[in-house]
């Protein structure tokens, strides 16, 4: 009993070290999820209890696992689409260790906290960069202007990540998490650590000049409000939303004044409109099983337009790249799989009977969701940290839709 207490212990603690490390470096986040799924089998050998935890999403994982494997098939690069097959392995794995392991609320909360110290650690550390040009943690210079705007006149931050929109859906996961915790459930000391996190880690992102993380957070907001009937989210966004516009830089604004056109704002020539129409490509030509899970950058020559001047790019959109890799079949397992999970959270929401848990549960959704939306501009799927992050966060809300007693196991 000892024993299994010590490995349940390591476990938990190799989780918190996954979430505080995720943008930190992705070394020390494999790290933590080796030492993990090592004493999660030592734990299985010993009780002799090889059953996976059920979930309402278990069938959803299968079958996006038979989707990666059959896309092989079309694979250009077989050694690509096994390295693919790997990593979404890790993540299914973590996914289940997870849920096994972080049963209740007081794990939860703990869960909760190391999430917001890597947070603080890595947002001191944006701002640190922005004023001196490097970050603290590993030496990266702050990242260059938007190509297409013509001029280099300012930086992006990306503290300890490889690139601003990686830093900007890593901080659009959490800062809706501390917007929500600080405005119905922290007090005190508490609040008062919540306000400064939100503050610091909003400039950061904001500094990423990451239009995906802007749309995220608009969509969070405005969510919230929903859910907490308070219209004064809402106001006090609007407002916001002014007086960020005195600090937008002046090539971005008068970008954004020349182009206010929605799709041209958020997908500009030049750069998305081309990889998502590679995007495109590669779905007509294998409209159900896609070219391959984890070939996509390597396959972008042989699927781009005539006139795309690119090469080995990702989709910077999270759903045409899976769709291109995997088929619409997989999207549409994807899909299903997040509709299921926010029908459960909904119903779940509505019925725990602990105000602290249920803030919690909100939070963790809301971060979610704004992963979710930040990935229609980005790959973050695909990218090795952020889709560590995604999956974390999926076992995350899954735990607690099942701590709150709606969802049966």
Request: with cysteine.
């Amino acid at each position: 009993m000892k024993l299994l207490n010590l490995l349940q212990k390591t476990i938990e603690f190799s989780l918190y070290l996954v979430i505080f490390s995720i943008p930190i470096s992705i070394a020390i986040t494999n790290i933590g999820i080796g030492l993990a799924l090592i004493f999660w089998l030592i734990k299985k050998i010993i009780t002799k209890d090889w059953q996976f935890k059920k979930t309402s999403i278990n069938i959803f994982l299968f079958l996006l696992l038979l989707f990666s494997l059959a896309s092989i098939i079309n694979s250009y690069s077989l050694i690509s689409s096994l390295e693919g097959i790997q990593k979404l392995a890790k993540y299914l794995f973590l996914f289940f260790i997870l849920v096994e392991t972080m049963d209740n609320k007081e794990k939860l909360k703990r869960l909760l906290w190391a999430g917001i110290l890597g947070l603080s650690l890595v947002s001191i550390d944006g701002i640190f960069q922005y004023f001196t040009g490097k970050d603290f943690i590993r030496g990266y210079s702050i990242a260059g202007a938007f190509s297409y705007l013509g001029q280099i006149g300012f930086g992006r931050i990306r503290a300890s990540m490889h690139n601003p929109n990686d830093f900007a859906c890593y901080l659009i996961t959490f800062i809706p998490m501390v917007l929500s915790l600080f405005l119905y459930y922290a007090k005190g000391r508490k609040k008062l650590f919540l306000g400064l996190i939100f503050l610091f880690s909003f400039f950061c992102m904001f500094y990423t000049n990451f239009r995906g993380a802007g749309l995220g957070f608009l969509v969070i907001v405005i969510l919230l409000s929903f859910i907490k009937k308070d219209l004064r989210l809402i106001i006090g966004l609007l407002i916001f939303l002014l007086i960020l516009l005195i600090f937008l830089p002046k090539p971005l604004l008068f970008w954004l004044v020349t182009n206010p056109n929605p799709y041209d704002f958020f997908v500009e020539d030049m750069g998305r409109r081309q990889h998502w129409q590679t995007a495109i490509n590669m779905i007509k030509k294998h409209p159900f099983l896609g070219i391959g899970i984890n070939t996509f950058s390597i396959s972008y020559a042989r699927y781009k337009s005539a006139f795309d001047p690119f090469v080995g790019f990702y989709a910077h959109n999270s759903y045409l790249h899976l769709a291109g890799e995997i088929g619409l079949g997989g999207l549409l397992i994807f899909i299903l799989m997040l509709l299921v999970i926010i029908k459960n959270w909904i119903k779940s929401y509505k019925k725990i009977p602990d105000k602290e848990l249920k803030e919690i549960s909100l939070s963790v959704f809301l971060g979610w969701i704004g992963f979710l939306v930040a990935g229609i501009l980005e790959s973050s799927l695909q990218i090795s940290n952020l889709a560590v992050l995604f999956w974390f966060m999926t076992a995350w809300l899954t735990s607690l839709t099942k701590l709150g007693g709606t969802v049966p196991g």
